[in-house]
């Protein structure tokens, strides 16, 4: 009997964003999703309009596992898992324990297959880069949710969240930021 898939199942159950209120709980569940499509979306518009070689569906896929191992280690808040660079090491260690740990719940025929789903970092830096910053937007939408409802918790996570997306230079990124982002804002009557 093999664990993986019961596991993977129950990020559902890992709710981000553990240190501040929210209006509406995130679960590491949804937000693998919303990073899988944006990842996707940033992949796809790198093709389209500035000569990006990327392959959109695997990254996609990669994007849908990258927080994979919160399963095992819950979802660490950034202020505690970035206080120092001892304490910001010493989890990327329990991240990688985890990563493996889930990896050898499958069928050993399967390992190399979600290895490299597990761990995206292997695909490169361009692809991690990539997924790292679908991350970053999904936070930011994530931001401007809670503040639009107006919870003030979320508005230094914002302007944080915000400076990091407007020191990023990858075209597509700022492409995604300009074309999609605004509709985020709208309510599903105006979206019409």
């Known amino acids: 009997m093999y664990h993986f898939f019961a596991y ?38 790198k093709n389209r309009y ?32 970035y206080f120092n660079p001892t304490i910001a090491q010493a989890y990327k260690e329990v991240e990688k324990a985890a990563e493996e740990k889930l990896i050898t719940m499958l069928p050993e025929s399967m390992r190399e297959d979600f290895l490299p789903l597990i761990d995206y970092k ?11 910053t679908a991350d970053v937007i999904s936070a930011y939408l994530k931001c401007i949710q809670e503040v639009d409802a107006g919870n003030k918790e979320f ?10 997306l407007r020191d990023d230079q990858q075209p597509e990124v700022r492409f995604f930021l300009e074309k999609f982002v605004p509709s985020y804002r709208l309510t599903l009557d105006e979206l019409g």
Do not use: C
Request: aromatic content about 6%; glycine content about 6%; charged content about 30%.
């Open 8 to 45: 993977v199942s129950k990020l559902k159950y890992i709710l981000r964003w553990g240190l501040k209120r929210n209006v509406e709980n995130e679960n590491v569940k949804e937000h693998s999703f919303d990073v899988a499509v944006i990842a996707h979306a940033l992949a796809i518009i």
């Open 50 to 81: 500035f000569d990006g070689e990327l392959n959109p569906d695997r990254i996609a896929l990669m994007a849908l596992y990258h927080d994979a191992s919160e399963v095992l280690t819950g979802d660490l808040p950034g202020p505690i898992k």
């Open 122 to 132: 292997q695909a490169g830096e361009e692809v991690g880069k990539l997924i790292k």
């Open 155 to 164: 508005v230094v996570a914002k302007e944080r969240v915000e400076s990091v």
